[in-house]
């Protein structure tokens, strides 16, 4: 047991040999969903640039509302109006710049207008409904740093300083290839007798489409030393990072584990997770190397354990720590494992908070386990866990936040 690594320090050795990617690209704003930031961007000018009215209705000096106020002019949004004149209001519409000299804007349902004056009723206070200059953005102020991944209100937020295209980093290319003799493609025909059909190749696509990277498709290599190591050199040639699944077990069939230390440098370590079978690290030549395990589950685990904070890091995202949230356990472990367990569970929720129920079979060859779920629950080594108890959950939407 000795020999299990815990995952946190698998992890810092993975991301300690990170060399990020740092050719940047400029895109049009409008196609910069899901990029990766390359520039702190810092915003020229004020938001809003001006004082404005938050409100339609009346701009005026807070001391003069006591009394009915002539309309001295008409300010709607994208007008500039004039100073105010003593004794009177504006009639102002939401967005529209406060004219210099009026100091509250009164919403339209509380204010009368007749004969070409304004009678206001109830008290008005210094700065009401006015939306001063600068209050979402200072010019000077980093509006979003480098290394963010941007969302649909950053795009916004970018948009709103003026920016039509952005600096990112160029996507990564990863590329996978699966390894199995067993393994056909779907799509192929009926299989043969002993045959299953490739699903890590799928689960991996989406995995690394979801997280805004290209995926090259190296199809399926036979177990032979020969096919793996024409395919491995030909996946590192292709892409910033090749993944494989299955093939880095012991068994005489496991080619890869071989393959990459004859054509690079590999570490393998046996991660003290469940599910997760050995994971191999390394490179060939140049490109870093991931070997994941074969089943189904552990694939996913592990990509999104080790593979992805690897990927993003090497992306260049500065922060991709997925959020972990409490949960109530509606399941109890009795005994306690060797492994830090990442159970596949369902999140709802419930008047007292998140439920997590466990999917009932939690094989690492069950890939309905985690199609089921939409959370890990994380089972610390060593813990055991009664119905009702708190337990940790990791969300199985892995996007960048
Ligand atoms: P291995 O690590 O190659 O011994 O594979 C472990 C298990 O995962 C075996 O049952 C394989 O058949 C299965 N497996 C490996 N690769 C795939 C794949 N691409 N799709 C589905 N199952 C796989
Ligand atoms: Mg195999």
Known sequence: MSSLLPLAEALARVLALVCPVSETIDVPLLDALGRVLAKDVVSSLDVPPLDNSAMDGYALRACESGQPLPVSQRIPAGALGEALAQG??????????????????????????????????????VGQNIRPRGQDIAAGETVLSRGRVLRPQDMGLLASVGLSSVSVYRPLRVAVLSTGDELVEPGSGEPSKGAIYNSNRYTLAGL???????????????????????????????????????????GEEDHVRNQVERLGRLDLWKLAIKPGKPLAFGSIGDTPFIGLPGNPTSVFV???????????????????????????????????????????????????????????????????????????????????????DTVEVMLLDLTVR
């Open 208 to 250: 690394l489409r979801a997280l805004n990277l290209e995926f090259v498709d190296c199809g399926i290599v036979a177990d032979t030393p020969e096919a793996t190591a024409e395919a491995l050199l030909d996946a590192a040639a292709r892409a910033d990072c090749v993944i494989t699944t299955g093939g880095v077990s012991v």
């Open 302 to 388: 592990t990509f999104c354990l080790v593979a992805r904070p690897f990927l993003l890091k090497l992306q260049g995202v500065a922060e991709s720590e997925p959020l972990r949230l409490q949960a109530r356990a509606d399941f109890s472990v009795s005994r306690p494992g060797t492994r830090q367990d990442y159970l596949r569970v369902t999140l709802e929720n419930t008047a007292q908070g998140l439920l997590a129920s466990r999917y009932t079979n939690q094989s690492s060859g069950v890939l309905s386990s985690v199609s089921h779920s939409n959370a890990l629950a994380i089972i610390p080594i060593g813990a055991t866990l009664e119905r009702g």
């Open 88 to 125: 009177t209001a504006a009639r102002i519409f939401t967005g529209a710049p406060v004219p210099e000299g009026a100091d509250a804007v009164v919403m339209q349902e509380n204010c009368t207008e007749s004969c070409g004056k304004v009678t206001v009723s109830g008290a008005v206070d």
